[in-house]
């Protein structure tokens, strides 16, 4: 269950991130780490904010 989850938390932040590098690559020229790892970082918290919400309305 743990091992579950530490895989979707690393799988998420991978695709967020090289979501993020891509964008700012292609869009502003160039793109910074810290820039990167914290909106991936934000992307991830609202994704497990979101799945705990549906879980307690779900679950009454």
Request: aromatic share 16%; charged share 10%.
């Amino acid at each position: 269950m743990i091992a579950r989850e530490i895989f979707i938390f690393i799988a998420a932040f991978a695709a967020f991130a090289s979501a993020v590098a891509a964008y700012m690559l292609a869009f502003h020229g160039e793109s910074s780490l810290k820039e990167i790892l914290s909106t991936a970082f934000a992307a991830v918290i609202g994704l497990y904010l979101g799945r705990y919400l549906q879980h307690r309305l779900t679950h009454g």
